[in-house]
Structures are given as C-alpha cells and as structure tokens.
C-alpha cells in the first residue's frame, strides 16, 4: 500500500521560511516522480515542483521559480519542499504526490500522479 505524509506546514509571517517533508511507503522515491502541488479556497489545484525518478532532474512551476527547492533523500524516502521569501499568496494546503517514474503526461499536470497525501497547510500571514 502506497501512502504519502506530508507535515511541516504552518503559520508563517511574509517573507518567513518553511520546510515541507513527505514521507513516502510503498515507494522508493528514487523510482518514483515526487511532485508537490497546492491548492487555495477557491482556486485550481497549482504544480509547485517536481523531481523525476531517473536522473533527479527538477521542475518548478511560475510561482515556486527562485523561491523554492525540491529535494529527495533516498535513504530517508523522503522529499522536501524549502520555501523562503513566503507572501501571503502562498497560503495554501500543499499537497506530495506521487506517479509512475516513465510517463507521456507532463509533470505539471496532476492526473500524472496517481499517489497524494492529505495535504498540510501553509498559513503565510502578519
């Protein structure tokens, strides 16, 4: 059984840093793509970043570019989010998924990844 737990979110004020952990079982996260998405009240779910299977190589969506950094410890199963320079537009539940490692889906699109966690929420407020 696959299962992804997400924790490290909380209340933030602008400008602050957190780091997002998601510990993944019943994968390895080196075989697998690892993606964080968010999603605000009323809003779409939105692509943060992704980390393929293979060679590691990472992708970020328009708002994580220069802020964030995705990471994984093979050893730890684990993948991280850092976040730094957070604004109140960041607020959201940040949710970690997971998909199959060789797929014709972009990784940006959330069908890709058929794995989510229960997602933990970012508060970015003064």
């Known amino acids: 059984?696959?299962?992804?737990?997400?924790?490290?979110?909380?209340?933030?004020?602008?400008?602050?840093?957190?780091?997002?952990?998601?510990?993944?079982?019943?994968?390895?996260?080196?075989?697998y793509a690892m993606a964080w998405f968010r999603q605000a009240p009323g809003k779409e779910r939105e692509f943060v970043a992704a980390i393929n299977a293979r060679y590691g190589k990472i992708y970020y969506g328009t708002s994580a570019k220069g802020r964030f950094t995705i990471?994984?410890?093979?050893?730890?199963?684990?993948?991280?989010?850092?976040?730094?320079?957070?604004?109140?537009d960041d607020t959201a539940v940040y949710y970690c998924a997971t998909g199959p490692g060789d797929s014709g889906s972009p990784y940006y699109v959330p069908a890709r990844y058929d794995y989510w966690g229960q997602g933990t929420q970012v508060t970015v407020s003064s």
């Not at 696959?2 to 390895?28: A, D, H, K, Q, Y």
């Open 71 to 88: 990471s994984r410890d093979n050893a730890d199963n684990t993948v991280y989010l850092q976040m730094n320079s957070l604004q109140p």
């Open 1 to 31: 059984q696959v299962n992804l737990i997400e924790s490290g979110g909380g209340l933030v004020p602008p400008g602050g840093s957190l780091r997002l952990s998601c510990v993944l079982s019943g994968r390895t996260v080196s075989t």
